[in-house]
């Protein structure tokens, strides 16, 4: 099994900050792993692939950590924690902050919306307040599915930032993984990095050369920052299709890693499953990993 983290905020952090379904609060993170440790081996990515390669399947009992899209101060808090009790984890980081100053597409949307930069935002041409948790969410999901629709997710958000730009202290709280942190991890036994693509674009929207840049370009950059090679790929919101995983492949990859497979291919180390954790609460977390231990 393989967990899927996204960002884990400080313990004193109110529960409805972001309640895009990504908010995991710190305590929250290290109860889930204490409990995992108990009944699962936690390896690194290189030893789950290892073995998924040679049996095909995952292995009860063996677990491996991973985080996606990567902010820097989601990796300042856990980082010490893995390191201190040698848990490994790999960081399927982006890249494009490196070279300008802002969010990814979907993380100045989930900012705007959640932040109360603004008290309401204009949707084509429609009035969203910003007031309460269940309007935030219902404009954030209308600026995600107009995303979903676009054919360049990243150009809506940056013609949209034009009318609601965001302060700079915002920006820096949503900021993905610095050089440093990068160098950081290029250096460590425990830590690993993986590509999730220069700017975090839906694949399937997208033709396979820009792909490929996408892909490999990331890489690239994640390579020199870390000095490290990076061998391990994982597909953009979990979506993918079949030039995706050429892509992945001509890039040098040696596995891609989906949350749901679509069996597209007959290698299965291009579309190896992870359970994705959204969420603080025990109950569910036992219950997505009941499947394969019965406590
Ligand atoms: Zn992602």
């Not at 991973?66 to 980082?79: I, P």
Request: proline letters at 5%; hydrophobic letters at 40%; one cysteine or more.
């Amino acid at each position: 099994m393989i967990l899927l983290y996204h960002m884990v905020f400080p313990d004193a952090t109110p529960s409805d900050t972001w309640n895009a379904g990504l908010v995991l609060r710190f305590k929250d993170f290290k109860r889930q792993i204490k409990w995992l440790k108990r009944f699962y081996h936690i390896v690194s990515l290189d030893e789950y692939v290892n073995h998924f390669q040679t049996v095909g399947k995952p292995k009860a009992r063996l677990a491996a950590l991973t985080f996606d899209d990567c902010y820097s101060r989601t990796f300042q808090l856990v980082s010490p924690f893995l390191n201190d009790n040698e848990i490994p984890a790999t960081f399927f980081a982006n890249t494009l902050h490196l070279e300008q100053n802002s969010l990814l597409w979907f993380v100045y949307f989930n900012a705007l919306c959640f932040e109360k930069v603004y008290p309401e935002l204009s949707i084509e041409g429609n009035r969203y307040p910003l007031s309460t948790q269940k309007e935030c969410r219902y404009a954030w999901q209308k600026l995600i599915n107009i995303a979903r629709s676009n054919k360049d997710a990243r150009e809506f958000s940056l013609n949209f930032s034009q009318d609601y730009p965001l302060p700079p202290e915002i920006i820096t709280k949503y900021q993905g993984l610095s050089k440093e942190q990068l160098s950081q991890i290029g250096a460590s036994h425990i830590l690993s990095l993986g590509g999730h693509t220069h700017s975090h674009p839906y694949l399937d929207q997208i033709s396979i050369t820009r792909q490929l840049v996408e892909i490999s370009y990331n890489k690239e950059l994640l390579e020199v920052f870390s000095a490290r090679p990076v061998d391990h790929f994982a597909y953009t919101g979990g979506v993918y299709n079949t030039d995706s995983i050429a892509a992945v492949k001509s890039a040098g990859f040696k596995s891609g890693f989906a949350i749901q497979p679509r069996q597209l291919s007959n290698d299965k180390l291009f579309e190896i499953p992870r359970t994705d954790i959204y969420g603080a609460s025990l109950l569910k977390f036992l219950a997505k990993t009941y499947g394969i231990v019965h406590v």
